[in-house]
């Protein structure tokens, strides 16, 4: 099969997906690119193009040659016996349709199939399947609500039911953030819950082709300037992310534990990245993420090399899953 990294997309975390196929290009060289433009179209792209693009977390990467529709490359990839390493995140990359598009077609693909994309991205659904397996999530709070469970808590947080890379993220301090709030929620989806104290952290899943399933070592993440939003995880150079955490055995071990059990509880395949925050009452789970960064900078990478583990085998393990569950399908 011909490995293909894809990578772009039409929501806002493509620019995150070009520093991840940068970092899965000098791994898997001898890979094609393409690019999945705003526009729907994909696009061929050769090394220099993407690897001269130096700034990817702040400027559009902009394809130079012609494009197909995006459902006329799937075909294409599909003749030609491509694999495709999927260097996406969010939107329609992330929430099980292009995941539909690829297994009706038979083009096998790294990362979860589409059922377990679109229940892991929507993080209320998330929340109840990751509770289902014993893990512990913060309570939701509905939009009707809000000034109530202000009063309550005193501190609560918004974001995006649907969205990642902390996009649209709303700390609510005091009466006028009730106002962004609403402001933000007319405009798509929220999840609104309590504001919970604690140290953030992230615990990487890996499925190897032996059929194991693993947690990898846990993250501690300490922002540059007190909230991991976008500008702390891509471009602050204040923000620590410590792997293996400053963790107690018996924190690290419940971050392992419940991060396993909120893969199985969606049927995650492959790889996944739990995020939590860990309170004075332990581990409080947030979300799951399918197809978590791959940047050179990015956590998931992190945890392989805790755990001992090279980034290009890691690809190629993932490469060999995912022919592996094609044929499974057909």
């Known amino acids: ?37 705003v526009a729907d179209t994909v696009h061929g792209v050769v090394s220099q193009k993407l690897l001269g693009h130096t700034r990817p977390f702040e400027d559009e990467f902009k394809p130079d040659s012609p494009g197909l529709p995006l459902v006329a490359a799937l075909d294409k990839a599909s003749v030609e016996d491509r694999v495709l390493v999927l260097g996406l995140h969010g939107g329609r990359a992330e929430n099980g349709e292009l995941q539909a598009m690829c297994e009706l077609r038979g083009v096998p693909f790294t990362g979860s199939g589409s059922a377990s994309s679109n229940l892991a ?30 009063a309550e808590y005193g501190r609560l947080v918004a974001k995006p039911a649907r969205d990642g890379s902390s996009y649209g993220l709303i700390f609510v301090n005091a009466k006028q953030d009730l106002v962004a709030v609403r402001n933000a929620a007319r405009a798509e989806e929220y999840v609104i819950e309590p504001f919970v104290a604690g140290v953030e952290a ?3 899943v890996l ?43 018996e924190i690290s071990a419940a971050l392992m534990d419940q991060s396993l059990r909120a893969h199985r509880a969606l049927s995650c395949s492959g790889y996944s990245r739990s995020d939590f925050i860990v309170s004075a009452k332990g581990p409080i789970y947030l979300e799951t993420n399918t197809l978590p960064g791959l940047t050179a900078a990015s956590l998931y990478p992190k ?8 980034f290009v085998d890691f690809l190629r393990e993932q490469v060999t899953l995912a022919e592996r569950r094609s044929r499974a399908r057909f």
């Open 1 to 37: 099969m011909r490995i293909t990294i894809l990578f772009g997309g039409t929501n806002k975390e493509r620019l995150v997906s070009v520093a991840s196929a940068q970092a899965l290009h000098r791994a898997l060289p001898e890979a094609d690119l393409w690019f999945w433009d």
């Open 121 to 150: 991205f929507d993080k209320m659904a998330a929340k109840r399947f990751a509770a289902y397996a014993g893990v512990t999530a913060p309570a939701g709070i509905a939009l009707e609500d809000l000034d109530a469970a202000f």
């Open 202 to 204: 992230t615990c990487g």
């Open 207 to 249: 499925e190897r082709p032996d059929g194991s399933v693993l947690a990898l070592p846990p993250i501690e993440i300490v922002p540059g300037e007190g909230t991991f939003d976008y500008t702390a995880k891509y471009l602050l150079k204040s923000t620590q992310e410590i792997c293996p955490g400053r963790f107690a055995p």
């Open 303 to 310: 945890a392989l090399n805790a755990q001992g583990i090279e």
